[in-house]
């Protein structure tokens, strides 16, 4: 079935430092893809929508210049934390899809602490 | 405003018996409902699905049931096994397919005691 692999599973940075994680649709190819948020007890945000070979779209609150998104081929989209900072912490997860009628399938999320 | 919500946080079944996972929504335009099934530390994978022009979709042990009057549905799991704890996230989305983006609930933890 169709695969969605993030890489890394895990990441414990200092304050001030940039992280990227990244989002490989393993067994098809992704036009789109999702990146999410979660935090601890909570839903599963959506932070924004990744396009290939165009800019992402963010939802109302999430700063782009701060969570950079490239979409850059059909099976990879990476998300930069920039200068991250402790309030950054959280469980990053992307998801990819099929298409119509499809469901979207989901990476293994990235936790991701910041000292 | 939450629009897609679990209103239990938690739900403890007897293996063997019947689990039934709630979920209500508020916004009209949603008309693609999924289940994901979560466990600790990995992403949510995905159970069953329904739109919004039928009122029921079977796979194997997992029913989803939809009440648009009501904007609720359910997830049916019979009969629970112990694999079957995890957290649940229900989702909806306004049109179809995967390319649009998904609204989640905040999941409900069930555990199926042997």
């Given at each position: 079935g169709a695969v969605v692999s993030q890489h890394p599973s895990r990441v414990i940075c200092k304050s001030g430092t940039s992280v990227k994680i990244e989002c490989r649709s393993l067994d098809f190819q992704a036009t789109t893809m999702f990146w999410y948020r979660q935090f601890p007890k909570q839903s599963l945000m959506l932070m924004a929508t990744s396009n290939e070979g165009s800019k992402a779209t963010y939802e109302q609150g999430v700063e782009k210049d701060k969570f950079l998104i490239n979409?850059?081929?059909?099976t990879l989209s990476t998300l930069t934390v920039t200068s991250a900072h402790p309030e950054d912490s959280s469980f990053y997860i992307c998801s990819a899809g099929l298409g119509e009628d499809q469901p979207q399938h989901f990476g293994d999320g990235t936790r991701l602490s910041i000292l | 405003d939450q629009q897609v919500k679990q209103n239990s946080p938690s739900l403890s079944v007897q293996e063997g018996r019947i689990s039934i996972l709630n979920c209500d929504y508020t916004n009209s335009m949603f008309d693609y409902f999924l289940w994901y099934k979560k466990y600790p530390a990995e992403g949510p994978t995905f159970l069953i699905s329904i739109s919004s022009i039928k009122d029921k979709n079977e796979d194997g042990r997992f029913t989803v049931f939809l009440n648009k009057s009501a904007k609720h549905l359910s997830l049916h799991i019979v009969p629970s096994q112990p694999g079957d704890s995890a957290v649940y996230f229900c989702a909806a989305s306004s049109s179809g397919g995967s390319n649009y983006k998904l609204t989640f609930g905040k999941g409900t933890l069930l555990t199926v005691n042997p």
């Amino acid at each position: 079935g169709a695969v969605v692999s993030q890489h890394p599973s895990r990441v414990i940075c200092k304050s001030g430092t940039s992280v990227k994680i990244e989002c490989r649709s393993l067994d098809f190819q992704a036009t789109t893809m999702f990146w999410y948020r979660q935090f601890p007890k909570q839903s599963l945000m959506l932070m924004a929508t990744s396009n290939e070979g165009s800019k992402a779209t963010y939802e109302q609150g999430v700063e782009k210049d701060k969570f950079l998104i490239n979409h850059a081929s059909l099976t990879l989209s990476t998300l930069t934390v920039t200068s991250a900072h402790p309030e950054d912490s959280s469980f990053y997860i992307c998801s990819a899809g099929l298409g119509e009628d499809q469901p979207q399938h989901f990476g293994d999320g990235t936790r991701l602490s910041i000292l | 405003d939450q629009q897609v919500k679990q209103n239990s946080p938690s739900l403890s079944v007897q293996e063997g018996r019947i689990s039934i996972l709630n979920c209500d929504y508020t916004n009209s335009m949603f008309d693609y409902f999924l289940w994901y099934k979560k466990y600790p530390a990995e992403g949510p994978t995905f159970l069953i699905s329904i739109s919004s022009i039928k009122d029921k979709n079977e796979d194997g042990r997992f029913t989803v049931f939809l009440n648009k009057s009501a904007k609720h549905l359910s997830l049916h799991i019979v009969p629970s096994q112990p694999g079957d704890s995890a957290v649940y996230f229900c989702a909806a989305s306004s049109s179809g397919g995967s390319n649009y983006k998904l609204t989640f609930g905040k999941g409900t933890l069930l555990t199926v005691n042997p």
